[in-house]
C-alpha cells in the first residue's frame, strides 16, 4: 500500500500529470488557455493569433502562431455536486499537472519526452479533419510508452464539423475502442451544449456569456433522449467487451447505474483497452470544464500506473523498481533541459518514488556524480514558483545541477537504478553555419553548446573535409528556429547554407607516373626523381603503399618523404580537387643527387609523380549514396517512387507491414537536401523517413559536367 506524506498539498490519488497533443493547428494550446481560465490559473483568456497564449511564452512560438516547446504548468479543479450527476470525486481539490506539446513534426522530440514521463493524455481532433498525419505519429508515441489517452473533438463549431466522422476515423485509422461520453449538442453556428452520456443530462451553455462560464444542468428533451439512449446503450455494449465487471452485470441483465459505468470506465481507461471521447469548441468556450471532470474521473492518478521499472547500473539484467510512495527512496526522470534567461539551466524532472528537498543530496547513475539541490521551483510556463519539496507524482525543476542530460536519473545517492531514457529519432536535415563576425565565433559556439544541451534531435558537428559547421535537426522549420534563438538569445548573427557534399575521387585503371624536380639557380640546387606505379584499391581500403626499390635509387634517408609526398598528393584529385580514396601505390624507380637532394625535394617530386599518375589513370569523381528508408501508406507508394527515381535513387526493396510500405533506396546525398519537405508534400505529411551513408559511387556524365561548371573547372 502506498503511503503519502501528510505535509504534501494533494495525495497522490487526486494528482493528474497529463498531456494535451495532436497534429497542428488542431486547438492544443488553445484548449490549455481554457484549462488555465476555468480553473483560475489565469484570469484572461489569451488567444494564439494575438500571441498571448500563456503556455506559448517564446517570442518565436507567438510570432509564428504554433507551440515550438512543451510547456509545463500547474492548476487546481474542484468538482461540483450537480443535482442527479454522478462524479467519482466530488468537491476534493484536484492538482492537474498540464504540459501542452507541440503539434509540428519538426518538435516531435518534446512530444516524446513529456508523454514519457506523463500518466495520461489528452488527444485532440479537429472536428472537420479528424485524424490527421502527425495525430497518427502521437497516437504511436502514445502507445509505445503505454499511456491511458482520452480524445476531445475540437472546433465543432466549424462549418463541416461531424463529431461521428471522426469518431468513426479513430477506431479505424487508430484501431482504438473508442466511444462518446459527452456528445455535442449541434455543430457549426447551432452549437449549444454536450449530452452528458454516462449521466443522462443536458449541459447548456448561456448565450449571454460569451466567457463559456455560465452553463446550465438540465434533463434531456425532444431528439436530444433519443441520442442520448442510443449513445448511452453503444457505450455499455463496448465497455461490457473490455471490461469484465460491466461485461458480467450486461450479460447477467442487472441494472448499469451511472456509478457503474464511471467506474467501468475509469478501469478501461487506465488498462490502455478503451478511450473516451468528447466533442465541444475551445475557442468558442463550450465543453472544457466537463472535459477537465472527465480527465479527473477517467485518466490515472500516479498510483493507477505500474510502479516505474529500471535497471541496476551494474546489471543491466536485474530489474529494480520506483514504486509511487513518498516513503521509497526518492527516484526521477529528467525529461527536459531549458536555457531560462532569468535562472540560468533548469532541470525539468518527474519524481516516480520518494521525496526531494531544496538542500538535499542526489546522484546522478550515469556521471556517478552527486550534487546538492540548491532550489526546486514548480513552473507555470515561463513563470516560477520556487517549493521546499517535490513530492511522488510531481513534475517540477532543478536549478543549478550540472552535468545533466536529457533521460538521466536523478535518485537518492544509495538507490542503484537506471530508469528507460526516451528514445529521439536521428536528425534529417542539415546546413551549414558560420558566424559573419570573428566576434561572433566564441557566442556561437556556447549558443550552440546550450541548443544542443536542451534538444536532443539538434546535433552540431564539424565537417572534416570542408572545415564547416554542420547542424542537423528535424526538418527546415526546426533548424531555422535554432538560427533564429541563436540571434535573439545569444547575439549570434550567422550565415547559413547548404552544407558542401564531401565528393571523392579515385582511379579506374592502372598508370605510372614519374615526378621530376631539377632545379639549378648557382649554388647548391635541387634535385629528386621520383617513379610511381597506380592502381585502384578495392573500396574502403583506402590508400596502400609498397616500397619496391632495389638498388639505392632512393636513398633510405628520402623514403619518409617519399611516403610523405604521395600521402598529400591524396588530399587533392586532379577532377575537381575533392580528395582521393581506394588507390594502391608501388615506388618503383627514382633517382638522387649526391649534393642538390634533399627531403622538400623527394616531397615534391613524389607529389609531381601522383598527380601524373592520376591524369593517366582515368580519374573519376565520386558522390556519397545513403541508405534511404521510407515508411509510407500504400497509397502513396507510387509518387514516393517517382520522386525517388528523379532524385537518382536505385529502389533496393520493399517491404508491406499491414497498412504501411516499406521502401528502401541508395539515394545520392546531393540530392537529398530537402527531402523532408517534399516527402510530407506528396504524402500529405503521413510518411517518414530515415538514411545514413552506404558508400562512395561515380557521378555521372550529366550531373559532373554540371558540378565541375558552377566550381569553374
Given at each position: 500500500?502506498?503511503?503519502?506524506?501528510?505535509?504534501?498539498?494533494?495525495?497522490?490519488?487526486?494528482?493528474?500529470?497529463?498531456?494535451?497533443?495532436?497534429?497542428?493547428?488542431?486547438?492544443?494550446?488553445?484548449?490549455?488557455?481554457?484549462?488555465?481560465?476555468?480553473?483560475?490559473?489565469?484570469?484572461?483568456?489569451?488567444?494564439?493569433?494575438?500571441?498571448?497564449?500563456?503556455?506559448?511564452?517564446?517570442?518565436?512560438?507567438?510570432?509564428?502562431?504554433?507551440?515550438?516547446?512543451?510547456?509545463?504548468?500547474?492548476?487546481?479543479?474542484?468538482?461540483?455536486?450537480?443535482?442527479?450527476?454522478?462524479?467519482?470525486?466530488?468537491?476534493?481539490?484536484?492538482?492537474?499537472?498540464?504540459?501542452?506539446?507541440?503539434?509540428?513534426?519538426?518538435?516531435?522530440?518534446?512530444?516524446?519526452?513529456?508523454?514519457?514521463?506523463?500518466?495520461?493524455?489528452?488527444?485532440?481532433?479537429?472536428?472537420?479533419?479528424?485524424?490527421?498525419?502527425?495525430?497518427?505519429?502521437?497516437?504511436?508515441?502514445?502507445?509505445?510508452?503505454?499511456?491511458?489517452?482520452?480524445?476531445?473533438?475540437?472546433?465543432?463549431?466549424?462549418?463541416?464539423?461531424?463529431?461521428?466522422?471522426?469518431?468513426?476515423?479513430?477506431?479505424?485509422?487508430?484501431?482504438?475502442?473508442?466511444?462518446?461520453?459527452?456528445?455535442?449538442?449541434?455543430?457549426?453556428?447551432?452549437?449549444?451544449?454536450?449530452?452528458?452520456?454516462?449521466?443522462?443530462?443536458?449541459?447548456?451553455?448561456?448565450?449571454?456569456?460569451?466567457?463559456?462560464?455560465?452553463?446550465?444542468?438540465?434533463?434531456?428533451?425532444?431528439?436530444?433522449?433519443?441520442?442520448?439512449?442510443?449513445?448511452?446503450?453503444?457505450?455499455?455494449?463496448?465497455?461490457?467487451?473490455?471490461?469484465?465487471?460491466?461485461?458480467?452485470?450486461?450479460?447477467?441483465?442487472?441494472?448499469?447505474?451511472?456509478?457503474?459505468?464511471?467506474?467501468?470506465?475509469?478501469?478501461?481507461?487506465?488498462?490502455?483497452?478503451?478511450?473516451?471521447?468528447?466533442?465541444?469548441?475551445?475557442?468558442?468556450?463550450?465543453g472544457v470544464q466537463y472535459l477537465v471532470d472527465a480527465v479527473v474521473d477517467y485518466l490515472p492518478s500516479p498510483l493507477d500506473i505500474p510502479a516505474a521499472v529500471g535497471q541496476h547500473p551494474d546489471d543491466l539484467d536485474q530489474e529494480v523498481l520506483a514504486p509511487a510512495d513518498d516513503s521509497e527512496k526518492f527516484c526521477s526522470l529528467a525529461f527536459k533541459l531549458w536555457a531560462d534567461k532569468f535562472v540560468g539551466k533548469l532541470v525539468f524532472f518527474r519524481v516516480y518514488s520518494g521525496v526531494v528537498s531544496k538542500g538535499d543530496m542526489v546522484y546522478n547513475p550515469r556521471t556517478g556524480k552527486k550534487e546538492r539541490v540548491s532550489r526546486l521551483i514548480q513552473v507555470q510556463a515561463d513563470k516560477h514558483v520556487d517549493v521546499d519539496k517535490v513530492y511522488a507524482g510531481e513534475i517540477a525543476a532543478f536549478v543549478g545541477v550540472k552535468n545533466v542530460t536529457t533521460g538521466d536519473t536523478i535518485?537518492?545517492?544509495?538507490?542503484?537504478?537506471?530508469?528507460?531514457?526516451?528514445?529521439?529519432?536521428?536528425?534529417?536535415?542539415?546546413?551549414?553555419?558560420?558566424?559573419?563576425?570573428?566576434?561572433?565565433?566564441?557566442?556561437?559556439?556556447?549558443?550552440?553548446?546550450?541548443?544542443?544541451?536542451?534538444?536532443?534531435?539538434?546535433?552540431?558537428?564539424?565537417?572534416?573535409?570542408?572545415?564547416?559547421?554542420?547542424?542537423?535537426?528535424?526538418?527546415?522549420?526546426?533548424?531555422?528556429?535554432?538560427?533564429?534563438?541563436?540571434?535573439?538569445?545569444?547575439?549570434?548573427?550567422?550565415?547559413?547554407?547548404?552544407?558542401?557534399?564531401?565528393?571523392?575521387?579515385?582511379?579506374?585503371?592502372?598508370?605510372?607516373?614519374?615526378?621530376?624536380?631539377?632545379?639549378?639557380?648557382?649554388?647548391?640546387?635541387?634535385?629528386?626523381?621520383?617513379?610511381?606505379?597506380?592502381?585502384?584499391?578495392?573500396?574502403?581500403?583506402?590508400?596502400?603503399?609498397?616500397?619496391?626499390?632495389?638498388?639505392?635509387?632512393?636513398?633510405?634517408?628520402?623514403?619518409?618523404?617519399?611516403?610523405?609526398?604521395?600521402?598529400?598528393?591524396?588530399?587533392?584529385?586532379?577532377?575537381?580537387?575533392?580528395?582521393?580514396?581506394?588507390?594502391?601505390?608501388?615506388?618503383?624507380?627514382?633517382?638522387?643527387?649526391?649534393?642538390?637532394?634533399?627531403?622538400?625535394?623527394?616531397?615534391?617530386?613524389?607529389?609531381?609523380?601522383?598527380?601524373?599518375?592520376?591524369?593517366?589513370?582515368?580519374?573519376?569523381?565520386?558522390?556519397?549514396?545513403?541508405?534511404?528508408?521510407?515508411?509510407?501508406?500504400?497509397?502513396?507508394?507510387?509518387?514516393?517512387?517517382?520522386?525517388?527515381?528523379?532524385?537518382?535513387?536505385?529502389?533496393?526493396?520493399?517491404?508491406?507491414?499491414?497498412?504501411?510500405?516499406?521502401?528502401?533506396?541508395?539515394?545520392?546525398?546531393?540530392?537529398?537536401?530537402?527531402?523532408?519537405?517534399?516527402?510530407?508534400?506528396?504524402?500529405?505529411?503521413?510518411?517518414?523517413?530515415?538514411?545514413?551513408?552506404?558508400?562512395?559511387?561515380?557521378?555521372?556524365?550529366?550531373?559532373?559536367?554540371?558540378?565541375?561548371?558552377?566550381?569553374?573547372?
Amino acid at each position: 500500500m502506498s503511503t503519502s506524506s501528510p505535509d504534501r498539498p494533494y495525495s497522490m490519488e487526486r494528482t493528474r500529470n497529463i498531456g494535451i497533443a495532436a497534429h497542428i493547428d488542431a486547438g492544443k494550446t488553445t484548449l490549455t488557455e481554457r484549462v488555465l481560465f476555468y480553473t483560475g490559473m489565469i484570469h484572461k483568456i489569451g488567444e494564439v493569433h494575438d500571441g498571448a497564449a500563456t503556455t506559448d511564452h517564446m517570442e518565436q512560438e507567438r510570432e509564428r502562431g504554433i507551440t515550438i516547446t512543451s510547456a509545463a504548468v500547474t492548476c487546481e479543479w474542484v468538482q461540483k455536486k450537480e443535482e442527479g450527476v454522478t462524479k467519482l470525486y466530488e468537491e476534493q481539490k484536484q492538482c492537474i499537472n498540464i504540459i501542452d506539446t507541440p503539434g509540428h513534426v519538426d518538435f516531435t522530440a518534446e512530444v516524446e519526452r513529456s508523454l514519457r514521463v506523463l500518466d495520461g493524455a489528452i488527444v485532440v481532433f479537429c472536428g472537420v479533419a479528424g485524424v490527421q498525419p502527425q495525430t497518427e505519429t502521437v497516437w504511436r508515441q502514445a502507445s509505445k510508452y503505454k499511456v491511458p489517452r482520452m480524445v476531445f473533438v475540437n472546433k465543432m463549431d466549424r462549418t463541416g464539423a461531424d463529431f461521428q466522422a471522426v469518431l468513426t476515423e479513430v477506431r479505424e485509422k487508430l484501431g482504438a475502442t473508442a466511444a462518446a461520453v459527452l456528445l455535442p449538442i449541434g455543430s457549426e453556428d447551432l452549437l449549444r451544449g454536450q449530452i452528458d452520456v454516462v449521466n443522462q443530462k443536458a449541459i447548456i451553455y448561456s448565450d449571454d456569456d460569451k466567457l463559456g462560464s455560465v452553463f446550465s444542468v438540465e434533463d434531456l428533451s425532444g431528439e436530444l433522449v433519443e441520442q442520448a439512449q442510443l449513445a448511452r446503450q453503444e457505450l455499455i455494449e463496448i465497455l461490457a467487451e473490455v471490461d469484465d465487471i460491466l461485461g458480467e452485470k450486461f450479460l447477467m441483465e442487472e441494472e448499469i447505474t451511472a456509478k457503474d459505468l464511471k467506474e467501468a470506465i475509469r478501469r478501461a481507461t487506465i488498462a490502455n483497452l478503451f478511450v473516451p471521447v468528447s466533442g465541444g469548441s475551445a475557442f468558442k468556450n463550450k465543453g472544457v470544464q466537463y472535459l477537465v471532470d472527465a480527465v479527473v474521473d477517467y485518466l490515472p492518478s500516479p498510483l493507477d500506473i505500474p510502479a516505474a521499472v529500471g535497471q541496476h547500473p551494474d546489471d543491466l539484467d536485474q530489474e529494480v523498481l520506483a514504486p509511487a510512495d513518498d516513503s521509497e527512496k526518492f527516484c526521477s526522470l529528467a525529461f527536459k533541459l531549458w536555457a531560462d534567461k532569468f535562472v540560468g539551466k533548469l532541470v525539468f524532472f518527474r519524481v516516480y518514488s520518494g521525496v526531494v528537498s531544496k538542500g538535499d543530496m542526489v546522484y546522478n547513475p550515469r556521471t556517478g556524480k552527486k550534487e546538492r539541490v540548491s532550489r526546486l521551483i514548480q513552473v507555470q510556463a515561463d513563470k516560477h514558483v520556487d517549493v521546499d519539496k517535490v513530492y511522488a507524482g510531481e513534475i517540477a525543476a532543478f536549478v543549478g545541477v550540472k552535468n545533466v542530460t536529457t533521460g538521466d536519473t536523478i535518485c537518492a545517492q544509495k538507490f542503484d537504478i537506471l530508469l528507460e531514457r526516451p528514445s529521439f529519432p536521428e536528425p534529417v536535415i542539415a546546413m551549414a553555419v558560420e558566424p559573419r563576425t570573428t566576434a561572433d565565433s566564441d557566442k556561437m559556439a556556447t549558443g550552440l553548446t546550450r541548443l544542443m544541451e536542451e534538444d536532443p534531435t539538434f546535433v552540431v558537428k564539424t565537417d572534416q573535409d570542408t572545415g564547416q559547421t554542420i547542424i542537423a535537426g528535424m526538418g527546415e522549420l526546426h533548424l531555422e528556429v535554432i538560427v533564429d534563438r541563436l540571434r535573439r538569445e545569444f547575439k549570434v548573427e550567422a550565415n547559413v547554407g547548404k552544407p558542401q557534399i564531401a565528393y571523392r575521387e579515385t582511379i579506374t585503371a592502372a598508370a605510372e607516373g614519374e615526378g621530376l624536380l631539377q632545379k639549378q639557380t648557382g649554388g647548391k640546387g635541387q634535385y629528386a626523381k621520383v617513379n610511381v606505379s597506380v592502381r585502384p584499391n578495392g573500396q574502403g581500403k583506402g590508400l596502400t603503399i609498397e616500397n619496391k626499390i632495389v638498388g639505392g635509387a632512393i636513398p633510405k634517408d628520402f623514403i619518409n618523404a617519399v611516403y610523405t609526398g604521395i600521402k598529400e598528393s591524396m588530399t587533392n584529385g586532379v577532377v575537381a580537387g575533392y580528395p582521393v580514396v581506394d588507390v594502391h601505390v608501388d615506388i618503383v624507380d627514382g633517382a638522387a643527387h649526391d649534393v642538390d637532394s634533399n627531403e622538400s625535394a623527394f616531397k615534391l617530386a613524389s607529389i609531381f609523380a601522383m598527380k601524373k599518375g592520376f591524369q593517366e589513370a582515368e580519374s573519376i569523381l565520386l558522390e556519397p549514396l545513403m541508405e534511404v528508408e521510407v515508411m509510407t501508406p500504400d497509397e502513396y507508394q507510387g509518387d514516393i517512387l517517382g520522386d525517388l527515381n528523379r532524385r537518382r535513387g536505385q529502389i533496393a526493396g520493399m517491404e508491406n507491414k499491414g497498412e504501411v510500405c516499406i521502401l528502401k533506396a541508395n539515394v545520392p546525398l546531393a540530392e537529398m537536401f530537402g527531402y523532408m519537405t517534399a516527402l510530407r508534400t506528396v504524402s500529405s505529411g503521413r510518411a517518414s523517413f530515415t538514411m545514413e551513408p552506404s558508400s562512395f559511387e561515380p557521378v555521372p556524365p550529366n550531373v559532373l559536367e554540371k558540378l565541375l561548371g558552377d566550381r569553374g573547372f
